[in-house]
């Protein structure tokens, strides 16, 4: 059956793959209507996806070139493109410059997130799983601006520039030489 066939492009493992990049594209949606809550909820969800095919491609030996590469993909939409729209439409308080300034530093944050996740791509074997990451995996740093995003949205971190600076820093790690564990 297509679905266990490890040479399918809609095996099981993709599937939840294609749902991870679904919620990613609808929080994006529900985050330009200004509903950051059902944003939120819905990158979540493709996080719980992005663990859950995983686990289904190794369990059922479903691990090809294709699996890896449109992982990615969706890590890259629901990790990296989703949580930066998050945060940068949410400091839309900002005006003229400011904005110029958090637009180039969410430009930067996703252009780290993809080098991150080819450079991964180009290191990492169909079904190998390393003891640690390193640089900061795209789900932390999506973790990471969702937690910005908090601080700055109940008013803990109110400056822009310490947000926007801590952005930067975290573009930085996913591409840095910290080792994280994998779980």
């Known amino acids: ?3 266990y066939d490890k040479t399918s492009h809609f095996n099981i493992a993709n599937l939840v793959t294609f749902a991870n990049i679904t919620a990613g594209l609808v929080a994006m949606y529900f985050i330009q209507q200004g509903d950051y809550f059902t944003a939120i909820i819905l990158a979540w969800i493709g996080g719980a996806f992005d663990i859950i095919d995983g686990k289904l491609a190794r369990k059922y030996n479903l691990s090809c070139e294709f699996g890896i590469q449109i992982d990615s993909f969706a890590d890259f939409i629901s990790f990296v493109v989703m949580p930066a729209f998050l945060l940068f439409y949410s400091l839309q308080k900002a005006e003229g410059f400011e904005t110029l300034v958090a637009g180039m530093i969410f430009i930067y944050y996703i252009i780290s997130g ?3 996740l ?3 791509n180009i290191q990492s074997e169909e079904g190998e ?3 640690y990451f390193v640089g900061v995996p795209t789900p932390l740093g999506a973790i990471l601006l969702w937690i ?5 949205s109940y008013g803990v971190v109110s400056n ?6 801590l952005v930067i820093m975290i573009a930085y ?6 080792r994280i564990p994998h779980p």
């Open 1 to 3: 059956m297509f679905l």
């Open 114 to 116: 993809l080098r991150r």
């Open 118 to 120: 080819i450079e991964f």
């Open 129 to 131: 799983v390393a003891k």
């Open 148 to 152: 910005l995003y908090l601080l700055h």
């Open 160 to 165: 822009i520039y310490i947000i926007l600076g």
């Open 173 to 178: 790690l996913l591409n840095s030489k910290v």
